[in-house]
């Protein structure tokens, strides 16, 4: 796998099919465009997301057991 495809894949699971890379935030851009930074934040906050799903998960099936 390439760089380019590498970036091409992590894009598209942080934003969607179509989501394109580019250099610098500018606000006249297409809708699918984002920077590298917003692909970043965007993957933090689904893998946060997960854990405290699975946190919760947890507990639930704990409480469940023990009642």
């Known amino acids: ?3 380019k495809d590498f970036i ?3 894009f598209e699971i942080a934003f969607g099919d179509g ?3 580019v250099e610098t935030i500018d606000y006249g ?3 699918r465009e ?3 930074e917003e692909v970043l934040e965007q993957l933090k906050e689904f893998s946060d997301n997960a854990l405290k799903w ?3 998960e ?3 099936n704990l409480y469940c ?3």
Do not use: L, P
Request: hydrophobic share 45%; with cysteine; aromatic share 12%.
């Open 1 to 3: 796998m390439t760089d």
């Open 8 to 10: 091409k894949e992590v």
């Open 19 to 21: 989501a394109i890379c």
């Open 29 to 31: 851009v297409n809708a």
């Open 34 to 36: 984002f920077t590298k």
């Open 54 to 56: 699975e946190g919760e």
């Open 58 to 60: 947890w507990w639930m």
């Open 65 to 67: 057991t023990v009642s």
